[in-house]
């Protein structure tokens, strides 16, 4: 049984930092390229950032490029989001999800409609405020 859990949100003022974990459990985890994604209850799922089963490449969202980085430890089963100078923006559920791609090559519909989930977490909710 695939076991995921997210950990590491809450409340941060902006300019502040984050790190987000997620650690799967129940399958081979290195089978899967893996994504973080956000919602605003009401509003429409936003890919984040996508790295590929190796974490070789990395995909990121216009509006997180260069302050977002997604990382992944295949020894512990754990992919990571670290989140710096986050904006009231940035506020909303983030969770992982994993994508049975064996390829490096990360298309960037992976970020919309191309990312097959194939597990996802419940999520762990992200507030910037002041």
């Known amino acids: 049984q695939v076991q995921v859990v997210e950990s590491g949100g809450g409340w941060v003022q902006p300019g502040g930092s984050l790190r987000l974990s997620c650690t799967v459990s129940?399958?081979?985890?290195?089978?899967?390229?893996m994504g973080w994604f956000r919602q605003v209850p009401g509003n429409e799922r936003e890919g984040v950032a996508i790295?590929?089963?190796?974490?070789?490449?990395?995909l990121y969202a216009d509006s997180v490029k260069g302050r977002f980085t997604v990382s992944r430890d295949n020894a512990k089963n754990i992919v990571y989001l670290l989140m710096h100078n986050l904006k009231l923006e940035d506020s909303a559920i983030y969770f992982c999800?994993?994508?049975?791609?064996?390829?490096?090559?990360?298309?960037?519909?992976?970020?919309?409609?191309?990312?097959?989930?194939?597990?996802r977490g419940q999520g762990t909710q992200v507030t910037v405020s002041s």
């Open positions: 999800a994993g994508d049975p791609r064996y390829d490096e090559a990360l298309p960037l519909d992976m970020l919309r409609d191309g990312f097959n989930f194939a597990f």
């Open positions: 129940g399958l081979t985890f290195d089978d899967y390229a």
């Open positions: 790295i590929s089963w190796s974490g070789a490449n990395d």
